[in-house]
Structure formats: structure tokens, C-alpha cells
């Protein structure tokens, strides 16, 4: 299972890579073609299928061309045999709202399923905690 957790934490880094940078087609490398996708900005239903996944990026590499920071700060996988999840920490936001609230987190959830001996995303969930209230989110 360790050479599992490896690739599957190579596989994510290597994502939130090509998000940084903007690279479409490496951000969809190793996704499912009927990913789900739960995310920040609506749809609050998610979005189903690598189309539609596709379709969520452009706007966000708009956004984020004005010097946001999208970064892995912590990453946990587990694997087992056919299925792995993950989830992690990143640093996400322009420079001023993350020097202003350094505290701030996107927290990722990732379901994983190999594929013909491969490993793709078929589950992916971003979130950022509900601070209005004080609580959690």
C-alpha cells in the first residue's frame, strides 16, 4: 500500500501543480470521466463529469492570474487495493486576504479508484470553513 499512498500523493501534488499554473489539460490528467466535484462557487450541487469538471477551471485561473496562491500545505492519503481517499490543507486566496487572515485554509477532500491498474480522482470536494458565525463549516 505505501508504493499506492506514493503515487496517489504524487498524482495530487502534480494537480495542484498544473492549478497553480494554470494548466488545463494537466489538471484534468488523472480524473475520472464521471467525477464529482463539490466546490467553493456554485453550483452547490456540483458539477458531474470531466466536461462539466472542465468547465470550472477557466474562471478560476482568471481569478487566481491576479497573484493568488494556491499551495499544499499538508496532505494525508490512505489506499487500499481499488479505492484511496485524501485530504489536505492549502493556502488559497489573493496575498492580501491570506496576509490578512493567514489562518485561512481550503480543505480538499479526494475519493480516489484505480482504474486499469491506474489511479484517477473520481470524488473531489473543496471547502473553506464558515468563519461568519464563528463556527466551522
Same mark, same amino acid.
Given at each position: 500500500?505505501?508504493?499506492?499512498?506514493?503515487?496517489?500523493?504524487?498524482?495530487?501534488?502534480?494537480?495542484?501543480?498544473?492549478?497553480?499554473?494554470?494548466?488545463?489539460? %494537466?489538471?484534468?490528467?488523472?480524473?475520472? @470521466?464521471?467525477?464529482?466535484?463539490? !466546490? /467553493?462557487?456554485?453550483? *452547490?450541487?456540483?458539477? +458531474?463529469?470531466?466536461?462539466?469538471?472542465?468547465?470550472?477551471?477557466?474562471?478560476?485561473?482568471?481569478?487566481?492570474?491576479?497573484?493568488? %496562491?494556491?499551495?499544499?500545505?499538508?496532505? @494525508?492519503?490512505?489506499?487500499?487495493? !481499488? /479505492?484511496?481517499?485524501? *485530504?489536505?490543507?492549502? +493556502?488559497?486566496?489573493?496575498?492580501?486576504?491570506?496576509?490578512?487572515?493567514?489562518?485561512?485554509?481550503?480543505?480538499?477532500?479526494?475519493?480516489?479508484?484505480?482504474?486499469?491498474?491506474?489511479?484517477?480522482?473520481?470524488?473531489?470536494?473543496?471547502?473553506?470553513?464558515?468563519?461568519?458565525?464563528?463556527?466551522?463549516?
Amino acid at each position: 500500500m505505501a508504493d499506492d499512498e506514493k503515487q496517489i500523493r504524487t498524482l495530487i501534488e502534480q494537480w495542484a501543480a498544473a492549478v497553480h499554473k494554470g494548466e488545463l489539460d %494537466a489538471v484534468l490528467v488523472d480524473h475520472a @470521466d464521471d467525477i464529482v466535484m463539490f !466546490d /467553493v462557487p456554485p453550483p *452547490h450541487e456540483g458539477v +458531474r463529469g470531466i466536461d462539466a469538471y472542465r468547465e470550472t477551471w477557466p474562471p478560476f485561473f482568471e481569478w487566481q492570474a491576479q497573484g493568488a %496562491a494556491f499551495e499544499i500545505l499538508s496532505l @494525508d492519503v490512505t489506499a487500499g487495493t !481499488d /479505492v484511496a481517499f485524501a *485530504h489536505a490543507l492549502l +493556502r488559497c486566496g489573493p496575498p492580501q486576504e491570506l496576509t490578512e487572515h493567514p489562518e485561512t485554509r481550503l480543505r480538499l477532500s479526494i475519493g480516489l479508484r484505480k482504474e486499469e491498474g491506474r489511479w484517477v480522482v473520481a470524488h473531489e470536494h473543496h471547502s473553506f470553513a464558515d468563519t461568519t458565525d464563528g463556527g466551522g463549516g
